[in-house]
Nanobody, 127 residues
Framework: EVQPVESGGGLVQAGGSLRLSCAASGSTFADYAIGWFRQAPGKEREAVSCISTTDGSTYYADNVKGRFTISSDNAKNTVYLQMNILKPEDTAVYYC????????????????????WGQGTQVTVSS
């Protein structure tokens, strides 16, 4: 079973950038979809972005469109989330998760279709 492992979180000032990585452990991401989610203190976990490794289809939440970019490097079995123009409201623990290859088309993007989750990485944006 493939297990995702996140890295790249940290503290950044508003307007800055961070790149999160989600690496496959135990197997590969081939034929799967990888989703990024986040959970802020006191809030529910929400979908941020998704990419299918089969056809490259992507999904972005409205509140990150134009600022975040998801990409995959299939040779490295790694998915990236480039986050630009960060805002304090982007502060959260970010998780990546593995789902079936077509789940990025679901609207809204449900958490329940992702079966394997990473431990999360903290992103803190200061004002």
């Amino acid at each position: 079973e493939v297990q995702p492992v996140e890295s790249g979180g940290g503290l950044v000032q508003a307007g800055g950038s961070l790149r999160l990585s989600c690496a496959a452990s135990g197997s590969t991401f081939a034929d799967y979809a990888i989703g990024w989610f986040r959970q802020a203190p006191g809030k529910e976990r929400e979908a941020v972005s998704c990419i299918s490794t089969t056809d490259g289809s992507t999904y972005y939440a409205d509140n990150v469109k134009g600022r975040f970019t998801i990409s995959s490097d299939n040779a490295k079995n790694t998915v990236y989330l480039q986050m630009n123009i960060l805002k304090p409201e982007d502060t959260a623990v970010y998780y990546c998760a593995v789902g079936g290859g077509d789940v990025c088309y679901y609207r809204p993007l449900p958490l329940g279709v992702f079966g394997s989750w990473g431990q999360g990485t903290q992103v803190t944006v200061s004002s």
